[in-house]
């Protein structure tokens, strides 16, 4: 049983394991990086340290959505790292059983499939299951594909 944030990119829901949530905050005072890869938005000054920040969004293969009131920044803590992800809306916190959680559908687009772990079903909603680890792998591609 683990907890889960969950968080909207386009229509879609997503979950992250709340261990790795450091914080949410809203989307503000990000420094744009010149010739930056598309799925950097930028970095924030977070109580002194620079945090990158990456667009969930371009990671997903979706366009980037950067002017909604609605956007939030989760700011996560993965094996050392901190970094934040730009996502269009907070929903709820889960709880979720291991033995609920399946395999992502095999139809997924490629760039969805390196970043989803496993899907939930509830009565009236797919939640995708993001690993932040390959949040942080998929950024790094494509910065590495953009230099």
Do not use: H, W
Not at 110 to 136: A, F, H
């Amino acid at each position: 049983m683990a907890q889960y944030s969950t968080f909207y990119c386009g229509d879609s829901l997503f979950g992250l394991d709340i261990g790795y949530v450091q914080e949410i905050n809203r989307t503000s005072g990000l420094t744009g990086v010149p010739l930056a890869a598309n799925c950097v938005r930028g970095v924030m000054n977070l109580r002194g340290e620079v945090v990158s920040m990456l667009d969930l969004r371009t990671l997903l293969g979706l366009p980037s959505n950067r002017n909604s009131v609605s956007n939030r920044n989760l700011i996560l803590k993965c094996d050392g790292d901190i970094f934040g992800v730009c996502v269009d809306g907070v929903a709820d916190i889960l709880t979720i059983e291991s033995d609920a959680v399946t395999a992502p559908p095999s139809n997924l687009s490629i760039s969805e499939s390196k970043l989803i772990k496993g899907v939930y079903q509830t009565d009236t909603v797919l939640i995708m299951l993001i690993d932040p680890r390959e949040i942080l792998n998929a950024s790094l591609v494509s910065i590495r594909t953009a230099a």
